[in-house]
């Protein structure tokens, strides 16, 4: 069972940076594509950004884009999401997900696609 931890995660305040890390319990993990989703009170979980698992391909929100940036750790099972310029309704609990895939190329923004999952991390922004 792959088991992700986040970390890096607490408040910022508006137009701050904060760093979110993931990293799995799979030493072995160059097939897997890596994903941050984020869940607001009262909002559906909702897609961040994502990264292919030889860290070529990236996707991110539009609400996010030339804000926040993901990208692996040179051990590959590790992902990070650089978050800057944050912005209030950044606050949410953010969610590293994984799934395993084929081609190196294959990201994904659906939610469903992920079978592993961490336990969450909450990040605050500060108005």
């Known amino acids: 069972q792959v088991q992700l931890v986040e970390t890096g995660g607490g408040l910022a305040q508006a137009g701050g940076s904060l760093r979110l890390s993931c990293a799995s319990s799979e030493h072995t993990f160059n097939n897997f594509a890596m994903a941050w989703f984020r869940q607001a009170p009262g909002k559906e979980r909702e897609f961040v950004a994502a990264i292919s698992w030889g860290g070529d391909i990236t996707n991110s929100a539009d609400s996010v884009k030339g804000r926040f940036i993901i990208s692996r750790g040179s051990a590959k099972n590790t992902v990070h999401l650089q978050m800057n310029n944050l912005e209030p309704e950044d606050t949410a609990v953010y969610y590293c997900?994984?799934?395993?895939?084929?081609?190196?190329?294959?990201?994904?923004?659906?939610?469903?696609?992920?079978?592993?999952w961490g336990q969450g991390i909450q990040v605050t922004v500060s108005s």
């Open positions: 997900a994984a799934r395993s895939t084929v081609r190196s190329g294959d990201i994904t923004p659906r939610s469903l696609e992920y079978p592993y």
